[in-house]
């Protein structure tokens, strides 16, 4: 049974403060809800209509348990413009990254990516190239709410995804390691990303934010300059975000 201080309750969680503060977030829609309920993720409510019921039976008996709400109900606590009738909440998964996986594998540091979009198409780029940690800044916009949820399609919930101070975990990777962990980043005075030979596949790509980069007290820890060269006579100052992240992982697991 649902009461109204449920309903509010989840209604907070469209706020970053209270998704903090509770550690928990919200998912929507069949294929979300179904990525998370085969995820290990603890859910902890599922919400749905009875016009969502009527419309999806299969679905609904394949739910481990569920709580009928109102249309109106829904309409509140959905973050989308039409609410698609089918509403879960679940505990944020807590992640302990080390520094020291870089050495073994490659991890993607995000430096201030803010837009939500951008955070979630590199989220399920990363899942699609076969990374599985993600270290976000803590001015990255915040992974778990809902339009980045939306946009990872689903991967948010195979990717480790952890904030930190980005500039202690970076420096933190070059004392650890017995042989200097490669530190990646695009800039425009780095080696052409698709002539460049990846000897092995670890260390840390660094994406840099939409508008300025990477910023000046990460850019002397970059050890490895990559560069995505540009068309001869193209105006374009710079990629966005994800896509460059999208080149770049494309190009080192060649």
């Known amino acids: 049974m649902i009461t109204k201080n449920d309903i509010k309750f989840i209604q907070s969680l469209k706020q970053t403060k209270s998704r903090k503060e509770n550690k928990m977030f919200l998912v929507e829609g069949n294929k979300l809800v179904d990525e998370l309920l085969s995820s290990n993720f603890k859910v902890e409510k599922i919400l749905v209509t009875d016009l969502w019921l009527e419309k999806f039976p299969e679905m609904a008996s394949r739910l481990p348990f569920y709580d009928i709400i109102s249309q109106k109900q829904m309409e509140q606590i959905s973050c989308m413009v039409t609410a698609p009738g089918i509403l879960a909440t679940a505990h944020t998964p ?6 020291a996986d870089a050495e073994n594998e490659f991890i993607i540091a995000l430096d201030g990516i803010n837009d939500p979009g951008n955070l979630g198409t590199i989220i399920r780029t990363a899942d699609w190239f076969g990374i599985k940690k993600i270290v976000c800044s803590r001015d990255c916009a915040d992974a778990w709410q809902a339009k980045t949820i939306q946009s990872t399609m689903g991967s948010i919930f195979r990717i480790e995804i952890m904030e930190t101070d980005l500039k202690e975990f970076i420096s933190a990777s070059q004392h650890l390691s017995i042989s200097a962990t490669p530190i990646y980043g ?50 374009t100052e710079s990629l966005n975000a994800s896509v460059a992240a999208a080149i770049i992982l494309a190009t080192i697991n060649n």
């Open 94 to 99: 807590y992640y302990n990254i080390s520094p």
């Open 186 to 235: 695009a800039l425009m005075e780095g080696e052409n990303i698709f002539t460049k030979k990846i000897e092995k596949k670890n260390g840390i790509i660094i994406i840099g934010s939409e508008s300025h980069g990477i910023r000046q007290d990460i850019l002397p820890l970059v050890t490895s300059p990559i560069h995505i060269p540009r068309a001869e006579g193209s105006k």
